[in-house]
């Protein structure tokens, strides 16, 4: 069967592809992908049939993006992780926050999907969530938050993660 494509995406700190896999299964053209590790971006263009050329590469070097509806980014979760050292923002790998805000308010997509650890919902980064969701909205986006854990939707792994859903509609 072939899937009539209805909407584009990007898709930053892409890893393997798990949101590209998603998106795809729903109709999505990807236009590109972020990604620095070079095992990730080999497999990822295995995956999908991709030239490396369409990996946009450091997303600190990213000032712009082409036009498209929907932005996913699966930001480093180390700052955030109990398996990492707790140091957030103080952390680089934090930062990319940043650079992440920065292009959702520069591409203004219609909708974005961005994915982290539990810590990032943990007490202790209270503040750090306050600022994400505040830049969220400084952007012009109705944006919430999910918990959810991976195993109650059927996938074989028990992983907890926040998702942070926003749309530039309220509706």
């Known amino acids: ?64 993006l082409p036009p498209h509806d929907v932005l996913t980014a699966g930001v480093p979760c180390q700052s955030w992780s109990i398996a990492g050292k707790n140091l957030g923002f103080d952390d680089d790998r934090g930062q990319l926050w940043n650079d992440t805000l920065y292009l959702l308010q520069k591409s203004k997509p219609k909708v974005f999907i961005f994915e982290n650890v539990k810590g990032l919902v943990d007490p202790r980064n209270k503040n750090a969530l306050s600022y994400i969701l505040k830049r969220i909205s400084d952007a012009g986006y109705y944006a919430d938050y999910y918990v959810i854990n991976s195993v109650d939707y059927g996938v074989l792994q028990n992983r907890i993660r926040i998702y942070i859903i926003g749309f530039q509609e309220k509706k």
């Open 1 to 64: 069967m072939d899937i009539q494509r209805t909407f584009s995406f990007i898709d930053l700190f892409a890893g393997i592809g798990g949101f590209r896999l998603a998106l795809s299964a729903c109709g999505g053209c990807c236009l590109g992908f972020s990604e620095i590790d070079q095992d990730a971006i080999q497999t990822y263009c295995k995956n999908f049939s991709e030239d490396s050329q369409s990996n946009l590469g450091d997303i600190r070097g990213i000032h712009s």
